[in-house]
């Protein structure tokens, strides 16, 4: 499967993004999708992860209550709708999925992902 990631751009404080990742091919829900990022010296690091039919949702505590992660199976697209941005949401977001990662902490871990979106850009001003 193909990822590309879209949506990013520049915010204030406060304010609100949504990001999209469209995927090629028939097979869209049978992978678990996931949402990292990417900040300029650190890690890649977990953000949000959706089950196959969208049922199970799991979020990094840094984003928690400001973040949603949803799906449609019927467009091939998973979405990321960011609300109440913070200077330190500032990264490369990127998503992934994964064909056999399975569902719980697995879904944490970058290695357990198959497929990567090719990025998009989020900063946000204070």
């Known amino acids: 499967v193909q990822l590309q990631a879209s949506g990013g751009g520049l915010v204030q404080a406060g304010g609100s993004l949504r990001l999209s990742c469209a995927a090629s091919g028939r097979t869209f829900v049978s992978y678990v999708m996931g949402w990292f990022r990417q900040a300029p010296g650190k890690e890649r690091e977990f953000v949000a992860a959706?089950?196959?039919?969208?049922?199970?949702?799991y979020y990094a505590d840094s984003v928690k209550g400001r973040f949603t992660i949803s799906r449609d199976n019927a467009k091939n697209t998973l979405y990321l709708q960011m609300n109440s941005l913070k200077p330190e949401d500032r990264a490369v977001y990127y998503c992934?999925?994964?064909?056999?990662?399975?569902?719980?902490?697995?879904?944490?871990?970058?290695?357990?992902?198959?497929?990567w979106g090719q990025g998009t850009q989020v900063t946000v001003s204070s």
């Open positions: 959706i089950s196959w039919r969208g049922k199970s949702t």
């Open positions: 992934a999925a994964g064909a056999s990662t399975g569902w719980g902490t697995s879904v944490l871990r970058p290695r357990n992902y198959d497929y």
